[in-house]
């Protein structure tokens, strides 16, 4: 995983929209998918593993009491896929991770928290095609069946019905990786670009699997750092480019979340102090 600072917004654009052209079809195409984070110190956990060391069948039993209680709002699907997508999006702890196609939501996310501004902040880009390269090949065959290079919600349940299915693919010494995109249950998923990582142990840090050695030889990664001085440049442009909590996160709620932030004055900086003279 290679990691760069970005130096100004400039070098950042360069770095954040790098290795997209495809001379195939002379447009450009990006396989990287982007996730921002408020402090680049963060590592990439998903929220079950951040309740702390699970007990047996935790992520079983959640799922489970969420199926039970929600039955009557999800009536779309009812597959184990559907329902985990649909817990992750309302907030239940699930192994999966989010992610997005666009690179600006992705800034969003890593320059949202006012309180985390003192701090660096990061996007993670990670190549999806490279992680399916390591799947099986009635897996990557199926890819190929449909011209694509990110499983659909159908296609995820042909080759991979549910978690016991992802599960029996963790080995001591292998895991794999895949990249899907959820049912559009809300605005909230179409304005994100969004789509959802999982992997075969869900114990296992996703930055962590991109540092193990199978995974490092297909799969590329950068790590962009976001220094804390050039933080509100890059707020203040998104905020101009109508990337913000209205539009990405809609409702009320969204709306609020951005007027505060938008108004929220500046803080000044710390008045240096007169270096004292030296007596002579």
Not at 34 to 45: M, S
Not at 167 to 172: C, T
Not at 244 to 261: F, H, S, V, Y
Request: aromatic content about 12%.
């Amino acid at each position: 995983m290679k990691e760069i600072v970005a130096r100004d917004w400039l070098h950042l654009q360069k770095l954040l929209f790098a290795d997209q052209w495809n001379d195939d079809i002379r447009r450009f195409r990006s396989n990287y998918a982007y996730r921002g984070i408020n402090r680049a110190d963060y590592k990439l956990t998903t929220s079950l593993m951040r309740m702390g060391k699970p007990y047996p069948k935790m992520e079983q039993n959640l799922l489970k009491q969420f199926q039970k209680y929600a039955h009557k709002h999800v009536v779309e699907r009812d597959t184990e896929w559907h329902w985990l997508s649909i817990a992750q999006h309302h907030g239940l702890p699930t192994r999966l991770l989010d992610w997005t196609y666009s690179p600006y939501n992705a800034l969003h996310f890593a320059t949202c928290a006012l309180d985390d501004f003192k701090a660096d902040g990061a996007v993670w880009m990670v190549d999806f095609v490279g992680a399916h390269q390591l799947l099986q090949y009635s897996e990557r065959a199926l890819l190929t069946e449909y011209g694509a290079n990110i499983f659909s919600m159908d296609m995820l349940t042909r080759t991979m019905e549910n978690l016991e299915k992802l599960d029996s693919r963790h080995a001591s010494s292998f895991d794999c990786a895949i990249f899907f995109e959820p049912p559009t249950i809300d605005d909230r998923i179409i304005n994100q670009f969004a789509y959802f990582s999982v992997l075969s142990d869900p114990q296992l840090a996703f930055d962590d699997w991109l540092e193990l050695p199978y995974v490092k030889r297909k799969v590329a990664s950068k790590k962009i750092v976001i220094p804390a001085a050039l933080k509100w440049e890059v707020r203040d442009k998104l905020d101009q480019a109508n990337i913000n909590e209205r539009i990405l996160l809609t409702g009320l709620d969204g709306l609020c979340a951005w007027l505060k932030r938008h108004y929220t004055p500046v803080p000044k900086p710390a008045p240096k102090r007169a270096k004292k003279k030296k007596k002579k």
